[in-house]
């Protein structure tokens, strides 16, 4: 369960960016998730709501886009999303394949501030 | 009266902090010559049986080794890898279940790199957390014992995905637990195809060869391909 230093650095993160802007409030912060990331969204979601107490954050959401895994195969030459992590191999045409293109995310893509 | 809130579009991956740390770390190691692995596993599944069997044999070998160790409470996996000869630190974690750059960082103070050939990096018996953070090293190895299940990739594909190479461990007990070899190789391509696995029981010893010829290997395609880059 490291979903919470996890929670805890991007709060950090988010405040550091809303001091700069002159003590901005963040409403909300955006998130993408690779499904490979290593972090599992409900713990993410739970440590984030405890993490924000007693900080300039607290009350504030967490958006999560949940980004899918995406891998290379080399026969069909396309990027092909994978249906289970339990099988890496193209939906197309069923080469295995390790190269992921996609999936391993852990992001913060913007934070909706009030100025 | 405040504008209402509005979307600042930023980009800042969550663990920048943690993979600049190890992109320096790795500087270090590479500018030193010393090669780096690190293992993960599931408590138990027999890291640091493997590891001491291993210091050992490589400075029977003549190489310079070391270990770093870490643990959540306890320094009993220090004393037990201290046996081999080779110098030791733990880094006990306390609440934290795996280690981050920063604590390998810490851990290496006061340690000449230049003096070493291998450093191994034994994480915290986890296979979920230990996937999210870059410590550095150039070769991780992922363990799964015999005792553990055939599905164990299929449960944990995540530091599968993130490991370059899968070692089954305990294989005395293989046939004691009739453990299925096809359906483990199995589950490990099915979530990293085309992976390496090897097969060692740190009690018999078998396999033992295996793994120390492909850390040779491994090493000095790295010595080469820095050297490659240096000319």
Redesign the interface.
């Known amino acids: 369960?490291?979903e919470l230093?996890?929670a805890l650095?991007?709060i950090d993160?988010a405040a550091e960016?809303a001091a700069r802007?002159g003590g901005a409030?963040v409403?909300?912060i955006?998130?993408r998730l690779g499904r490979?990331?290593?972090?599992v969204k409900e713990a993410l979601l739970f440590s984030y709501d405890v993490a924000c107490e007693g900080t300039t954050l607290e009350g504030s959401r967490l958006v999560i886009e949940e980004v899918p895994v995406a891998v290379y195969c080399p026969v069909c030459r396309a990027e092909t999303t994978l249906d289970s992590?339990?099988?890496?191999?193209c939906r197309v045409c069923g080469t295995?394949?390790?190269e992921?293109v996609r999936g391993k995310e852990?992001?913060?893509?913007?934070?909706?501030?009030?100025? | 009266m405040?504008?209402?809130?509005?979307?600042?579009?930023?980009?800042?991956?969550?663990?920048k902090?943690n993979d600049l740390l190890a992109r320096d770390l790795r500087d270090r190691f590479h500018a030193a010559g010393v090669f780096v692995a690190s293992l993960v596993s599931s408590p138990g599944a027999g890291k640091t049986a493997l590891l001491e069997k291993l210091l050992t044999r490589l400075r029977e070998d003549g190489w310079r080794v070391a270990a770093l160790v870490g643990d959540l409470a306890t320094d009993n996996d220090a004393a037990r890898l201290a046996r081999s000869q080779a110098p030791v630190r733990q880094i006990v974690t306390g609440t934290?279940?795996?280690l981050e750059a920063a604590m390998v960082e810490g851990a290496l103070d006061g340690w000449s790199l230049d003096d070493l050939d291998f450093l191994f990096i034994e994480n915290v018996g986890n296979l979920?957390?230990p996937?999210?953070y870059d410590l550095g090293e150039d070769l991780r190895l992922v363990f799964m014992s015999v005792t553990e299940g055939e599905d164990k990739p299929?449960k944990y594909?995540?530091?599968f995905?993130?490991a370059d190479v899968a070692v089954i461990t305990k294989m005395d007990l293989a046939a004691a637990v009739e453990f299925d070899m096809t359906a483990a190789h199995a589950s490990i391509?099915?979530?990293?195809?085309?992976?390496r696995v090897l097969e060692v029981s740190s009690k018999t010893g078998a396999g033992m060869d295996e793994l120390v010829g492909f850390l040779n290997k491994t090493r000095a395609t790295k010595a080469f391909e820095m050297s490659a880059v240096e000319s």
């Open positions: 369960m490291h230093s996890i650095s991007m993160m960016e802007r409030r409403h909300a955006h998130l490979l990331s290593g972090v992590v339990q099988m890496f191999c295995p394949t390790p992921v852990l992001e913060v893509t913007g934070l909706e501030i009030e100025e | 405040s504008a209402p809130p509005r979307l600042v579009e930023i980009r800042q991956k969550v663990l902090q934290v279940c795996h979920v957390c996937s999210s299929l594909p995540t530091i995905n993130t391509q099915s979530v990293r195809p085309g992976m």
